[in-house]
C-alpha cells in the first residue's frame, strides 16, 4: 500500500541552529501535506500545510518544502528552541477526505 | 476557542470488555476522524463521519464502530478488547469535506488492556 516515511527517525540540533526534517512520500496522487508536532503524552498540534500545487510554504519560525519530482517534504526550523523538541509527522492526503496517512515520524532533540 | 476535546484522558479495561470513547469537535466543525496510534508509531486512520455519516475507514475490523450526532461530537466504540488494541486513540476535526481541510487533533484518550 502507499506509504509516507521519514529519512531520519531521530534529530539531534544545537539550540540557536536551523533544524530540517524529511519526509518521503510515495503516493503521486497526494495533493496536501501537513506537518504536525507532537510532544509526549499530547496529541498531534498542527504546525504547516501546503497543497500540492505549490512548492514552498513559510509561517512563523517554519518553512515547508515540496519537492514532487521526487515526492519529498521538508520542514526547516529556525532558530530551534528547546520548545521545539518532539516528535514530528508528516501526514498526506490523496484527494479522498479528511482521511490521512501519517510516517512513523522524527524526535527532533534540542540540545541547550 | 475551546480545541478538540476527547474523554476520558486514560482508561483502562481487559480483554474482552468493550469501550465507549468521545470527542467533541472545534466548535463550528462537522468532520470528525478517529486514528488509533501505537506507542513509536503515527497515527493509523480509523473512521471518518460528516454530517452524521460514516464518509471513510480504514483498515480495522468490524470491532471498531463509530457514530456522530447532531452536535457533532462522536464516539468511538470498540468491542470484544484484545491487548492489541492499547493505543493513544485520536480525535480530529476538521471545518467539512472535501480538499485542503486543516485537521486539528485532539489530546487522546490513552486505552489500556490488560
Known amino acids: 500500500g502507499e506509504s509516507v516515511g521519514l529519512h531520519l527517525p531521530t534529530l539531534s540540533v544545537q539550540e540557536g541552529d536551523n533544524s530540517i526534517i524529511n519526509c518521503a512520500y510515495s503516493n503521486s496522487a497526494s495533493d496536501y501535506f501537513i506537518w504536525y508536532k507532537q510532544e509526549s503524552g499530547k496529541g498531534p498540534q498542527f504546525i504547516i500545510d501546503?497543497?500540492?500545487?505549490?512548492d514552498k510554504r513559510q509561517g512563523q519560525r517554519v518553512t515547508v518544502l515540496l519537492n514532487k519530482t521526487v515526492k519529498h517534504l521538508s520542514l526547516q526550523i529556525a532558530a530551534t528552541q528547546p520548545g521545539d523538541s518532539a516528535v514530528y509527522f508528516c501526514?498526506?492526503?490523496?484527494?479522498?477526505?479528511?482521511?490521512?496517512?501519517f510516517g512513523t515520524g522524527t524526535s527532533l532533540t534540542v540540545i541547550p | 476557542d475551546a480545541g478538540v476535546t476527547q474523554s476520558p484522558t486514560h482508561l483502562i479495561k481487559t480483554r474482552g470488555q468493550q469501550v465507549t470513547l468521545r470527542c467533541s469537535p472545534i466548535?463550528?466543525?462537522?468532520?470528525v476522524s478517529w486514528y488509533q496510534q501505537v506507542l513509536g508509531q503515527g497515527p493509523q486512520f480509523i473512521f471518518q463521519y460528516y454530517e452524521k455519516e460514516e464518509r471513510g475507514r480504514g483498515n480495522f475490523p468490524d470491532r471498531f464502530s463509530a457514530r456522530q450526532f447532531p452536535n457533532y461530537s462522536s464516539e468511538l466504540n470498540v468491542n470484544a478488547l484484545l491487548l492489541g488494541d492499547s493505543a493513544l486513540y485520536l480525535c480530529a476535526s476538521s471545518p467539512g469535506m472535501g480538499d485542503y481541510n486543516e485537521q486539528f487533533f485532539g489530546p487522546g484518550t490513552r486505552l489500556t488492556v490488560l
Open positions: 501546503i497543497r500540492s500545487n505549490m
Open positions: 466548535s463550528g466543525h462537522k468532520s
Open positions: 501526514a498526506e492526503n490523496i484527494n479522498t477526505g479528511n482521511q490521512f496517512y
